[in-house]
Nanobody
Framework: QVQLQESGPGLVKPSQTLSLTCTVS??????????WSWIRQPPGKGLEWMGG???????YYSPSLKSRTSIFRDTSKNQFTLQLSSVTPEDTAVYYC??????????WGQGTQVTVSS
C-alpha cells in the first residue's frame, strides 16, 4: 500500500521560502505512469492544485503559482519537495501531497498546516 507523509515547518515568515517534502513508502516515485502532486486548501476555501512531477521527472505547475513554485525529487530517498517562494499570509493553508496512476488521486498524505506570519 502506497503511503505519503508530508514534512516541513508549520510556520513561515512573510517573504521567505516555504519548503515541504513528501516521503513516499510502499512504492517508487519512478514507477511507470505515476504522477505526484502538491495540493493545498486555504482556510474556508477549496482544494487548489499547485503542481506536480511525473514519474519521468517532468514537472507541471499551476499558471497562477508558476513564478513562485518549484517541485523536484530525490529518487534515492523516494521523496519529492515543494518550494514556494515569497510567501504571504494568503499562502496559509493545509498542504497535501498526493499521487495517482488513474485520473483521480489514489493516494494522499494526511496534510500539514502551514501558517505564514511574522
Amino acid at each position: 500500500q502506497v503511503q505519503l507523509q508530508e514534512s516541513g515547518p508549520g510556520l513561515v515568515k512573510p517573504s521567505q521560502t516555504l519548503s515541504l517534502t513528501c516521503t513516499v513508502s510502499g512504492g517508487s516515485i519512478t514507477s511507470n505512469n505515476y504522477y505526484w502532486s502538491w495540493i493545498r486548501q486555504p482556510p474556508g476555501k477549496g482544494l487548489e492544485w499547485m503542481g506536480g512531477i511525473h514519474y519521468s521527472g517532468s514537472t507541471y505547475y499551476s499558471p497562477s503559482l508558476k513564478s513562485r513554485t518549484s517541485i523536484f525529487r530525490d529518487t534515492s530517498k523516494n521523496q519529492f519537495t515543494l518550494q514556494l517562494s515569497s510567501v504571504t499570509p494568503e499562502d496559509t493553508a493545509v498542504y497535501y501531497c498526493a499521487g495517482r496512476i488513474t485520473p483521480t488521486y489514489d493516494y494522499w498524505g494526511q496534510g500539514t498546516q502551514v501558517t505564514v506570519s511574522s
